[in-house]
Each structure stands twice: as structure tokens, then as C-alpha cells.
């Protein structure tokens, strides 16, 4: 099982969580792979993805937006 649903403080407004302390309590808990979605922009897809790289932990990332699309 890999947690999906997590946001950083690149989430503004969502979460304070830093994305070094995200990825160090993963390696800590076992975890191998990580995600995290973010709400309306991806500036924290290279931070993650190298912090990842260092702990060799494997990477998913998740763009996401509140609302539906409007057409």
C-alpha cells in the first residue's frame, strides 16, 4: 500500500508538512515508495523527487485540483 493522499506546504493554505521530514518518516516507518498530490501547481515535483532519490525510496506524483471541469 502506497499513502497517496498527502500534501506538502507547496499546498498552500493545506498542509505545513516539509517534504524532507515527509520522506524521512517514511524510510523511518518502512516505507519503499512515497506519493504525495498537490493542489493546484507542482513545484515541489523535483524537491521530491531528489529528497526521494537520496533515501532511495520510489516516487509518485499527483496534480490535483478542486472542483469539476467546465467545459
Known amino acids: 500500500m502506497v499513502p497517496f493522499h498527502i500534501h506538502s506546504d507547496y499546498s498552500l493554505l493545506h498542509s ?8 524521512n518518516k517514511a ?3 518502512g516505507y ?6 498537490e493542489l493546484d501547481n507542482m513545484f515541489s515535483a523535483i ?3 531528489e529528497t ?3 533515501k532511495r525510496n520510489k516516487t509518485y506524483y ?3 485540483r ?3 471541469y467546465r467545459g
Request: proline share 0%.
Open 27 to 29: 524510510k523511518e516507518l
Open 16 to 23: 505545513s508538512l516539509k517534504i524532507k521530514d515527509l520522506v
Open 52 to 54: 526521494c532519490k537520496k
Open 62 to 64: 499527483r496534480h490535483g
Open 32 to 37: 519503499e515508495t512515497l506519493g504525495i498530490s
Open 47 to 49: 524537491e521530491f523527487y
Open 66 to 68: 478542486f472542483g469539476r
